[in-house]
């Protein structure tokens, strides 16, 4: 002890009077290291619907290790996305509303949790579908400059049957197979956490997988095996992949202190009349997903559009074998990580989620008090609003949809079929006065060239039925 005590009296005595700049470095470390913090896993599918899996009602669909991870987590019912690819993954990087991150064009000026938890010294990794870079390898919106040290994956979608990669800034090959995608992203995860982390720091890996986005496709170990047809092998292909990833996780030691969130982008393809027009999917192909009890589908501002299945698992801190019909919404993640990694949220701008930490632990019952329907509408509590000219992107026919307010009780009307607006004049008068309210309060500007989806004078003229090139 004492011969310790002497070498450390030297040290510093050494770097005061030799170099004095070094105890800069002891004090402030570029990247400290951070003790007792959680590592978070975002395990994110592609279009998938509310309906889709067995512990969401499925029928058809067969995933066990999903309904396992609901019994050893907690199952949230009332959880919102976006209604559509870019818009969803800007909102869940940034915590703000896509009228305010920027949805496909999120500019290199939105701050996400992955450049908080980076200045913290998290591992920060992004592994699958970027598309909040308008598409293209801008270098300034890529995961490298938003916060990721490490991407693997795609700037795009794979409307035309083709992903192209990226291992961080560089070009890294390309593939048709739409089939090998789900499993080469989890294998790229695991070995992430086998091989190219440190062990003594903290991580977040962010997953966000290509499917089940069209064009859909399996492997040849899951095609042609689900009641769910083509669809279903993907969806079961996906739950596979997941379970063998959640166990590399826990293989490690590390599950006690993961929280792993599984969660989908938006809601399911399913208007028939949109997608039967699709060209490109393999023979056979059903490439539908199931919105449950819920309205329409992806595109849509009814539930089916926004609200997805979402699995919170963290041992000892979420309560296991849990449902909760608390309003939760992506945007709450960037606060909620804050909370439980320690940094700070940007107060610079307006941030729309809040931290849920309570709810995920089981602490309060209740979630959000509101969530906003990008142009279209809000809820809040059990009540609804849709706006009579609320926006629907192309895949989420309406043709009999009058242009009206709509109110709905959602919970007693969970499929939006009863529209009490007359009967409800001033509960309508006070949805609309908290929407522009909430539409008030940013500063991006919503018809600004960047808050649009790429190339979209091609398409999104749904109502007269015409098709889009380019979906998401
Ligand atoms: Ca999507």
Redesign the pocket.
């Known amino acids: 002890m004492i011969r310790l005590g002497r070498y450390v009296i030297f040290l510093a005595v050494f770097s005061i009077v030799v170099c004095p700049s070094s105890m800069d470095a002891f004090e402030q470390p570029a990247e400290p290291r951070v003790e007792g913090k959680p590592n978070i896993l975002i395990i994110f599918t592609?279009?998938q619907g509310y309906g889709d899996l067995g512990c969401y009602g499925n029928k058809k669909n067969k995933t066990p290790r999903l309904d396992q991870l609901a019994k050893q987590g907690t199952r949230f019912t009332s959880f919102y996305a976006q209604t559509?690819?870019g818009p969803?993954r800007s909102a869940l990087l940034t915590g703000r509303y896509p009228r305010r991150s920027g949805g496909w064009g999120m500019p290199s000026s939105e701050i996400t949790f992955a450049e908080q938890m980076k200045k913290i010294g998290y591992q920060t990794a992004c592994i699958g579908k970027w598309d909040v870079s308008n598409r293209r390898p801008i270098i300034n919106r890529m995961p490298n400059a938003q916060g990721f040290d490490y991407f693997y994956g795609t700037l795009g979608?794979n409307d035309n049957g083709t992903v192209k990669f990226h291992e961080n800034n560089k070009a890294a090959g390309m593939t048709r197979d739409m089939g090998s995608l789900t499993k080469l992203y989890t294998d790229k995860a695991i070995e992430y956490l086998k091989e190219k982390r440190d062990p003594d720091k903290p991580f977040v890996l962010y997953v966000a997988h290509t499917m089940m986005?069209t064009i859909i496709d399996a492997s040849e170990k899951f095609r042609g095996k689900s009641k769910g047809g083509l669809y279903g092998d993907v969806v079961e292909e996906f739950d596979f992949e997941t379970g063998r990833l959640i166990d590399a996780l826990d293989a490690l030691g590390l599950g006690k202190n993961t929280l792993i969130i599984y969660t989908?982008?938006?809601g399911p393809w399913n208007q028939r009349k949109y997608t039967g027009r699709k060209k490109g999917h393999p023979k056979g192909a059903i490439f539908w997903g199931e919105a449950g009890p819920l309205r329409n589908g992806?595109g849509s501002c009814y539930e089916a559009g926004y609200r997805v299945p979402c699995i919170v698992r963290w041992p000892g801190k979420v309560p296991a074998g849990r449902t909760s019909d608390a309003i939760f919404a992506t945007i709450d993640f960037l606060p909620t990580f804050a909370k439980l990694a320690g940094f700070k949220v940007p107060d610079d701008r307006h941030i729309d989620g809040i931290d849920q930490t309570d709810l995920l632990f089981g602490k309060r019952k209740t979630g959000r008090e509101h969530f906003y329907y990008n142009r279209a509408g809000v809820r809040k509590g059990k009540w609804k609003f849709l706006k009579a000219d609320a926006h629907f992107h192309g895949y989420a026919i309406e043709d009999s949809r009058k242009k009206v307010d709509e109110l709905y009780d959602l919970e007693a009307d969970l499929g939006e079929k009863n529209n009490l607006a007359k009967k409800h004049p001033e509960k309508v008068a006070e949805l609309k006065a908290l929407m522009k309210s909430i539409e008030s309060h940013g500063k991006y500007p919503e018809t600004g060239p960047n808050s649009k989806p790429p190339r979209k004078k091609q398409g999104n003229k749904n109502k007269r039925g015409k098709q889009k090139k380019k979906t998401?």
């Open positions: 592609d279009d559509v690819c969803s979608a986005h989908s982008d938006n992806k998401s």
